[in-house]
């Protein structure tokens, strides 16, 4: 696909071609051009530096991108500091094997292993660099997020039977010890942070509001720079861009997406975009940048591009966009433009979290025709993927009066849930549950297979009883007998109106798993240009699990550093 395409969907043009370097008027020179200073950007850009190479990185906003504004969980293990300081025992064997399952080779072997194998040295590379991880508080059982007093815990499927068999468990999931208000998010900046400030003091250059739009290449394809537009730094239409963009950020953070009145504040922000839109439009200039050892995209993915996402995974379609305002696909769309190639562009995790109330595992999730189709106590973006391939993305919890009680229970006030955890539940239990003395009368009110809802209620019991073998390995204390009336459901589908599913790209172009050069459909390194985090094919590509993400961006982005 090119710029004239019709779902190019993208503001990216078509390179720039010259006959030499020379040839043109360079605005700026840099050893390295990071296009987006996020997790990854800002990881390649302080490994680059700290070898002595000229760096300079750019964002259209103000940096951090999601890395700087998720739950601050980075993925880790094989006996790092943290994990020996906490007393929790792994090795690199058993992460490499536990991974494996999950990766479904996305990448290679060798990969995989490399990354097992320098994630020790990874995370006191992190903690040279100020990251603040902590070892305070183990929290051993199965949940999507814990309590905020938890600073390590299980981010994955590692404690399920079928993963147990493989790999020993451990808690891999580092939590950043950041507190926001009591929020689980905004967390990340405990790792981007100080990696910002270590690269500036290694003399990495930062341009705000500078948005790359073009390549420039030589004749042979080979990538030499980049054009860039920018908002002239310390002006008084910078200054009103970053007040424009901090305002709509706060309005799409202040009220959660399940709320009605959140359609207000979405609208609200979007005034503040419009408005940040005008400015740059009329005040930015033009810059040229050369860029002699590579050019390294790393502006994150595309979720926020509905056209992209319509195109390649319409699965996800009608899932609740979580990203941050640069995860438009542009980074992708630069490297389309010389000819990279894209991979894995249909997988997006889609996050379905019913746990906790850890009670809510107990009972079922069923699409359409009454069938179960996941263990319920995976991870949210295993339990998520699952809904989704679903027919119309349709599923539904169903759980009996017993299960219930419990979930109500464990949802009273106290330190042992996030905030917003409680209030999701809350709010499904008063505006998203259905209520009936019999399953057939539940089925009927959900639209569900009356006739295969009691079926699989019927083989649940059985494995309940011990009587048959759970066909997804559910054992207790995760199963339970679905018998107490009134039964219960609540609607979990992927476009579910206040039990939306959060989704987030995790394809993007596919790069030389060595170096992070970009390859092109032959599967030959394109000159000059590499690729890294969600804009390139990565460790965490096939299925996502907290913290995977935030640790491929280092990943991934140190080994852009190491090749320049």
Not at 157 to 178: D, E, M, Y
Not at 214 to 221: A, E, H, W, Y
Not at 430 to 445: D, G, S, V
């Amino acid at each position: 696909m090119d710029p004239s395409h019709p779902l190019w969907a993208s503001a990216v043009e078509a390179p720039q071609v010259i006959d030499h370097a020379d040839a043109i008027a360079w605005t700026d020179h840099t050893d390295l051009l990071v296009v987006g200073y996020g997790g990854a950007g800002v990881a390649a850009a302080l490994e680059a530096a700290s070898r002595g190479r000229q760096v300079l990185a750019v964002d259209r906003y103000e940096g951090g991108g999601s890395s700087a504004a998720n739950g601050g969980v980075f993925y880790a293990g094989g006996g790092t500091a943290i994990q020996r300081q906490a007393g929790v025992e792994d090795t690199v064997e058993d992460m490499f094997r536990y991974l494996q399952l999950e990766t479904q080779g996305i990448v290679s072997d060798k990969t995989l292993r490399h990354f097992c194998d320098t994630s020790v040295e990874t995370v006191d590379w992190l903690l040279g660099h100020g990251a603040k991880l902590s070892a305070d508080g183990v929290f051993s059982e199965k949940v999507s997020y814990p309590p905020l007093r938890y600073h390590l815990y299980h981010p994955d499927n590692s404690l399920l039977p079928a993963s147990i068999a493989t790999a020993k468990p451990a808690a891999r999931g580092h939590r950043t010890a950041v507190y926001n208000q009591g929020k689980a998010w905004g967390l990340g900046i405990g790792i981007w942070g100080p990696l910002d400030v270590a690269a500036r003091a290694a003399g990495v250059r930062f341009n705000r509001h500078t948005e790359v739009r073009q390549l420039i290449t030589d004749r042979s394809g080979a990538v030499l720079g980049a054009k860039a537009l920018t908002i002239p730094e310390g002006s008084r239409a910078a200054a009103r861009f970053v007040r424009y963009i901090q305002r709509a950020n706060f309005l799409l953070e202040l009220i959660p997406p399940v709320i009605p009145l959140a359609a207000i504040t979405i609208a609200l922000a979007r005034r503040y975009l419009t408005a940040a839109a005008r400015i740059e439009a009329k005040h930015r200039v033009t810059r040229f940048i050369r860029a002699r050892s590579g050019v390294l995209l790393s502006a994150g993915g595309f979720i926020l591009n509905r056209t992209m996402i319509d195109h390649y995974a319409p699965l996800y379609s009608r899932g609740l966009p979580n990203g941050t305002l640069g995860d438009t696909g542009s980074g992708l769309r630069l490297g389309e433009s010389v000819g990279g190639a894209l991979g894995s562009m249909d997988r997006i995790t889609g996050w379905c979290n019913i746990n906790p109330p850890g009670a809510w595992v107990k009972g079922m999730v069923v699409n359409q025709q009454g069938a179960r189709i996941c263990h319920e106590g995976a991870y949210g973006s295993t339990l998520g993927d699952a809904v989704a391939h679903s027919p119309g993305g349709v599923a539904f919890l169903i759980f009996d009066e017993r299960v219930h009680r419990e979930a109500l229970t464990q949802l009273r006030p106290g330190d042992h849930l996030v905030k917003y955890q409680r209030q999701v539940a809350r709010l499904n239990l008063l505006m998203n549950h259905h209520k009936a003395t019999t399953l057939e009368a539940l089925a009927t009110r959900c639209g569900i297979d009356a006739q295969g809802l009691t079926a699989t209620v019927r083989q649940y019991n059985e494995v309940a009883s011990g009587r048959q073998t759970d066909p997804f390995g559910k054992q207790a204390p995760d199963v339970t007998h679905l018998d107490q009336a009134p039964f219960h459901a609540i609607d979990v589908s992927v476009h579910s109106r206040f039990f939306p599913m959060p989704v987030l790209t995790l394809g993007g172009l596919r790069v030389d798993e060595d170096t992070g050069q970009v390859l092109n459909a032959s599967s030959q390194p394109i000159t000059g240009l590499y690729a890294a985090g969600r804009t390139a094919v990565g460790i965490c590509s096939a299925i996502y699990m907290s913290g995977l993400a935030y640790a491929d961006c280092v990943y991934s982005g140190r080994r852009v550093g190491r090749a320049i």
